[in-house]
């Protein structure tokens, strides 16, 4: 059974960082896309980021290119979130998700975690 | 970007109706969109994917179609447990997108 557990969530001020964690377990990590998606209090569902198995492709939303870091450690099998020059606009529930591979190899998401809150305040 | 127009924002139904949710998207996006239900609290589900292929585990009152710019999410037959917001998301091309929610409530 796919498990996943992130951690990491709590309140930070204006400007400062944060990193998120996400351990999974129950399928094969190194082989499987990982993202990130963030839901504002309230509010609907915001994809933030992508990693292809091995590293090799990252991708970004445009709201936090530049400010996160997306990686993981196969060894641990953990997915991690670096967050820099947090804003109030960050605060949000943050989901960690594996990817699956449709018919034609396009990755989509399968399975969910639980989620971490972050919050962003002075 | 892609942007994804999902309709009703909200509808009240029945326990045993049958619903049907649209999602539009901004370009064409072939069939690479996903549906997820999401109850009060708890964490997204994914439900479809490839637009009609139901996810593991899912019950068969669920189906989705769809090719293009216009997908539909059916419930055959409305459950207590189906009372969530669903959205739609497309995969076609970075950056993904979701639609903006639609929630399904009692009626």
């Known amino acids: 059974e796919v498990h996943l557990l992130e951690s990491g969530g709590g309140l930070v001020q204006p400007g400062g960082s944060l990193r998120l964690s996400c351990a999974a377990s129950g399928f094969t990590f190194t082989t499987y896309a990982m993202t990130w998606v963030r839901q504002a209090p309230g509010k609907g569902l915001e994809w933030v980021s992508l990693l292809y198995s091995g590293g090799s492709s990252t991708f970004y939303a445009d709201s936090v290119k530049g400010r996160f870091t997306i990686s993981r450690d196969d060894s641990k099998n953990t997915l991690y979130l670096q967050m820099n020059s947090l804003r109030v606009e960050d605060t949000a529930v943050y989901y960690c998700?594996?990817?699956?591979?449709?018919?034609?190899?396009?990755?989509?998401?399968?399975?969910w975690g639980q989620g971490t809150l972050v919050t962003v305040s002075s | 970007d892609i942007q994804m127009t999902q309709s009703p924002s909200s509808v009240s139904a029945y326990v045993g109706d049958r619903v049907t949710i649209t999602c539009r998207a901004s370009r064409g996006i072939r069939n690479y969109l996903v549906w997820f239900q999401q109850q009060p609290g708890k964490a997204p589900k994914s439900l479809i994917y490839a637009a009609s292929s139901l996810q593991s585990g899912v019950p068969s009152r669920f189906s989705g179609s769809g090719s293009g710019t216009d997908f539909t999410l059916t419930i055959s037959s409305l459950q207590p447990e189906d009372f969530a917001t669903y959205y739609c998301q497309q995969y076609d091309a970075y950056p993904w997108t979701f639609g903006q929610g639609t929630k399904v409530e009692i009626k």
């Open positions: 998700a594996k990817e699956g591979y449709d018919s034609t190899g396009y990755a989509y998401i399968d399975y």
